[in-house]
């Protein structure tokens, strides 16, 4: 086989994708004579299709790095095609890359054998193994199951015969895929499919399918015949393109089984009814005693490389000569060394298919061109542009680059391979001429920093220089680098990466020592914080470990001045990250944390802005009560301070101080905190707060309701005393389940315990591992007495018994509804307890019951005491009008569901009424209804209530007569208030705020009536607990509004100043910045009359503020106004050259005098009458002092302005006098416009030759080519 291109991880996708068609064409200008135009095509070149670009090529790094290895002497080499319909990857752009490459790459690591792929002209894909035997039969075996398409083809054979293909064990079923290579699938048996599914490469599929039939004919009742006919003669008997067969088995019948080329067997099964059977058998022997009679055969030399080109693609061409000439072609196996191909026939037509046979050989031929490899790519071009000029001038012409290898295998016509060949070796001598390389010697562990991020730094260096740069993989360790391109370019390169580093050997590497979780905020978010710093310090290199390594060490590499400041500024964030990272937690009630977070999160963000701190809320569904806050140290303090001072006015919370030596603090607290744990859960969840390890402190803060904080004190008191003294421990397990049961009824029997012995028994919390450990502290024979008395408790426990109770079965229901909550929560209640109700539909009134004698008694009991609950129930109605049910239930049910726990009763609400008739109409919409309606809710037509309003109660009497009072408590009222219709709007606030705000703080409805009523009085609706509190802060925002009108009234007082127009200027000031300082200064409203207004007098200044202050800001504009009454205006002339100067860069020369001399000075406009005229204003003595200042500028000035006037005199060049001759402009010879008269312009009226834009214009060919 040829050469062919190496499969590396880069290959030919780059030329043999994208290709476009170019042509060459090289064109050589003579020079003509200077006197004569040159011609319009010289003078406007038309432009090429396309511009070739050799310079530019860019090469993928690294595309042929890997050189070959060299075939040693013990290796053997095979060769084998994969046709284009058979190959698993046909996409063009993946050819040495994608699937298939990485494909090949395992396969070659796993084997050791050495692959090589290309393409051949019918898009065949080609592959040589090279190695050792055993290696190239693996790596076969690999690559024809994975790289060839697995095609399935169904073979139909009688259902009783497939038993005869699977064999004993499977034993036959496994030795046909093994030698076929292909997955064959039978029907299971009690499928009634008779398709055989055979799955694999196509040659593998048809030695299968052939086998599968033998074993079916063998099987087959009817008549099976086997014909040895030698393989030579198979041609003939199929025929061309199997049509002779074909015929033979459609005229009697009989199935025809010739074995494939690719299987080595003479013999022809024939299966079917005996005597068509036998009239096929005569007919086929026939043929082949009559060929072996009438052919001879002839052996022709013809080479390896051009088998291929006689078989043709699927075996076309043979076929083709077999149907022409009558002659079979034997071609010896591809992995046969034998260039010997024989044909059979007979004789006159041997003639006839030996020259089709030389003409099919020799209609291809393959050549080379020498070519450095490393110009290969250069050749090829960028994405195969180069390439792509000979390839579509000669598709049939297949050009293979060998890597390692100098030179260039060309395949294909022989004539266009001529073409080829001249073209590309006038492309490599160009490229020898005019291109070079460079090596040089680069330490590998600076390759990454030369190559930058993402590749920057090189792909600047290889765009500057026009060069390619060839760095080798890491994985290599190789130190060199190569440089190609143009000669100058290739050494600018070479000496930039030899400074590059040169600088880099020179540079320092620091670690700096930083937390790992201060990492990703140093990065901050999508990396923004350190791109900050790299920005601040280009030259220093800042790596971060991987999160995965849990390293604290941070690596900054640069210049060593640069690396140190950039090492202070990283180690200053950091130490502010430490000081913001300060964190203590707050234990605050659950029943608080909705206040401290107020109404849409307002109070809790206003404390996170002014405190300037993290603050972090447990979950709602969470049972924590810590509210976390992060940042500095003096901040939190001050946010903890607030988010108490909350809670303390919330509710009745008491604070008391222990004294408590700090070296007991850690035996106090427990193991994961577990005894302070068990104290606060004891004393009705009080706070108990130690103060921080090392401070020293022996105060322990506890705070909580006064009753329970009391308790905490003398528990925490009488446990610090026995530590003092001497403390004991003892451990003892039990099932998690028992715990409840142990503990008791609100804790009364582990309580009992207590009491009894004295010791301190702990329960193990809900997030400890070790769920079935219960520790016991206090001294040494309480503990042990405690024990004993847990230790028999359990015992009890562990003894399960069954038992039984008798449940009326009208009671069941009760017990198993909503998925049998009841007896979860009697399980939970009593250690777990299995209560077994007979099944629904059986009128059995025998319960089960089955667990630790004590829980089984314990829920025995509980059992009863509901059965007596249920017998005891009874129900009773609660008239409520229906206008009140969502009131009265409250925020998603919650008062409700708070009547139903704490009276143990059933509450049922009737359905909504659609559309209510009401008898009377109701005098107020939903934001505020009547006061009446609240009122007479209850005496509303008490002999009649309507079905929508009755609201039923079932449980305990005595119980549902409490809920039905605590229900009648929720019915909201209504009371009125007076408040002043013209303070309505202040009430209600901008976009309503300040009426919602009054309404969440005291959770009521408020309704200010309607502006068109002219209305004073408001109505205010809820629950009678809250009316007052709701009244009252209304009144006291009614007092506040009233006193701001008050403060508004004397605000408003106005008083006019007259003050000649003139001077408004001055008094406004630049950019108002006068007349700002005296609002600002009085506190009072100065208004200037309006310019425009004519009816406004202009000489009137209206203050407005209070009296007083409007007075002060009167007698400071009047003061104002003397001073520029005793001004002075004067004219000076000033030479208009020197303005300029005097003024200065912005006005900052001139301001600068103004502000010495305390003038106004004012330079003429463009187009002045006289531009040298110059007004200075200001007091008389200033004004003269600033006169003679500028004129004094203006001599000193004016000197510099004539010497520079003169010089230009003399740098000016000598005028000419003469004329000069008319230019022709620039002429071109045979131009488009003189085609016709020599003197004829472009006709601009033409919408042809000077189309408007957007027009139609008919197509025309122009001088630059065709339009695209």
Known sequence: MSSVAVLTQ?????????????????????????SDPPTYKDAFPPLPEKAACLENAQEPAGAWSNKIRPIKASVITQVFHVPLEERKYKDMNQFGEGEQAKICLEIMQRTGAHLELSLAKDQGLSIMVSGKLDAVMKARKDIVARLQTQASATVAIPKEHHRFVIGKNGEKLQDLELKTATKIQIPRPDDASNQIRITGTKEGIEKARHEVLLISAEQDKRAVERLEVEKAFHPFIA????????????????????????????????????????????????????????????????????????????????????????????????????????????????????????????????????????????????????????????????????????RITLEGPTEDVNVAQEQIEAMVKDLINRMDYVEINIDHKFHRHLIGKSGANINRIKDQYKVSVRIPPDSEKSNLIRIEGDPQGVQQAKRELLELASRMENERTKDLIIE?????????????????????????????????????????????????????????????????????????????????????????????????????????????????????RANCEAARSRILSIQKDLANIAEVEVSIPAKLHNSLIGTKGRLIRSIMEECGGVHIHFPVEGSGSDT?????????????????????????????????RAKPEYHKFLIGKGGGKIRKVRDNTGARIIFPAAEDKDQELITIIGKE???????????????????????????????????????????????????????????????????????????????????????????????????????????????????????????????????????????????IQENGDDAGDGRDAKDADPGSPR?????????????CEAAKEALEALVPITIEVEVPFDLHRYIIGQRGSGIRKMMDEFEVNIHVPAPELQSDIIAITGLAANLDRAKAGLLERVKELQAEQEDRALRSFKLSVT?????????????????????????????????????????????????????????????????????????????????????????????KIMDEFKVDIRFPQSGAPDPNCVTVTGLPENVEEAIDHILNLEEEYLADVVDSEALQVYMKPPAHEESKAPSKGFVVRDAPWTANSSEKAPDMSSSEEFPSFGAQVAPKTLPWGPKR
């Open 781 to 923: 024979d309480a503990v042990r007495e405690a024990q004993k008395e847990l230790e028999a408790l359990i015992q009890n426990l562990d003894n399960v018994v069954e038992d039984y109770m008798l449940v009326d079965p009208k009671h069941h229901r009760h017990f198993v509804i909503r998925r049998g909550q009841v007896l979860r929560e009697i399980a939970e209640e009593y250690g777990g307890v299995m209560v077994s109700f007979p099944r629904s539909g059986t009128q059995s009134d025998k319960v089960t019951l089955k667990g630790a004698k004590d829980c089984v008694e314990a829920a025995k009991k509980r059992i009863q005491e509901i059965i007596e609950d249920l017998e005891a129930q009874v129900t009773i109605e609660c008239a409520i009008p229906q206008k009140f049910h969502r009131s009265v239930m409250g925020p998603k049910g919650s008062r409700i569901q708070q009547i139903t726990r704490d009276y143990n009763v059933q509450i049922k609400f009737p359905d909504r009424e659609e559309n209510p008739v009401h008898n009377v109409e109701p005098a």
């Open 947 to 959: 079905r929508c309003d009755i609201i039923t109660i079932s449980g305990r009497k005595e119980k």
């Open 239 to 406: 025929g061309p393109y199997n049509r002779l067969v074909g015929e033979i088995m459609q005229e009697t019948g009989t199935r025809i089984n010739i074995p494939p080329p690719s299987v080595n067997r003479t013999e022809i099964v024939f299966t079917g009814e005996k005597e068509q059977l036998a009239q096929a058998v005569a007919r086929i022997k026939k043929i082949y005693e009559e060929k072996k009679k009438k052919t001879t055969t002839i052996a022709v030399e013809v080479k390896k490389s051009q088998h291929k080109y006689v078989i043709g693609p699927k075996g076309n061409s043979l076929q083709e000569i077999l149907e022409r000439t009558g002659v079979s072609v034997e071609i010896p196996p591809s992995d046969s060394i034998s260039e010997t191909v024989i044909l059979r026939g007979e004789p006159e037509k041997l003639g006839q298919a030996l020259t089709e046979v030389y003409a099919k050989a020799n209609s291809f031929t393959v050549s080379s061109v020498s070519a450095p490899s490393w110009l290969h790519r250069f050749i090829i071009g960028k994405k195969g542009q180069n390439l792509a000029k000979i390839t579509q001038q000669m598709p049939k012409v297949h050009i293979e680059f060998t890597e390692g290898e100098d």
């Open 516 to 632: 790992q979780r201060f990492h990703r905020t140093i990065i901050g978010q999508k990396g923004e914080r350190i791109r900050e710093i790299r920005d601040k310090f280009p030259e220093v290199i800042i790596n971060f470990p991987d999160p995965a390594q849990k390293s604290d060490i941070v690596q900054l590499r640069g210049p060593k001045n640069e690396v140190e400041k950039c090492t202070k500024y990283m180690q200053k964030m950091v130490a502010d990250l430490v000081e913001n990272s300060y964190s203590i937690s707050v234990p605050i009630f659950k029943q608080f944390h909705k206040n401290i977070i107020g109404k849409g999160g307002a109070n809790i963000k206003k404390i996170r802005e002014e405190s300037n701190t993290k603050i972090d809320l447990p979950a709602e569904n969470s049972n924590s009560e810590t509210i976390v806050i992060t940042g500095k």
């Open 10 to 34: 880069e290959s030919f996708a780059e030329h043999r994708s994208g290709l476009v068609p170019q042509q060459i064409k090289v064109a050589t200008l003579n020079s003509e004579e200077e």
């Open 700 to 732: 322990v803060v506890i705070r909580g309701p006064s009753s329970d904080v009391e308790k905490a004190k003398k528990q925490l008191l009488h446990l610090a005393e026995e530590k003092q003294t001497k403390s004991f421990t003892v451990d003892i």
């Open 1059 to 1151: 003050v000649d127009p003139k001077y408004h200027p001055k008094i406004i000031g630049r950019k108002g910045a006068v007349i700002t300082q005296i609002r600002l200064e009085h506190d009072v409203n100065i208004q200037f009359p309006d310019k425009d207004d004519g009816n406004q007098p202009q000489d009137q200044i209206t203050i407005t503020g209070y009296e007083k202050n409007t007075e002060a800001a009167r007698d400071a504009i009047l003061k104002i106004v003397g001073e520029l009454e005793q001004m002075v205006s004067e004219d000076v002339p000033l030479d208009h050259r020197v303005h300029a100067r005097i003024i200065g860069a912005r006005g900052k020369a001139i301001r």
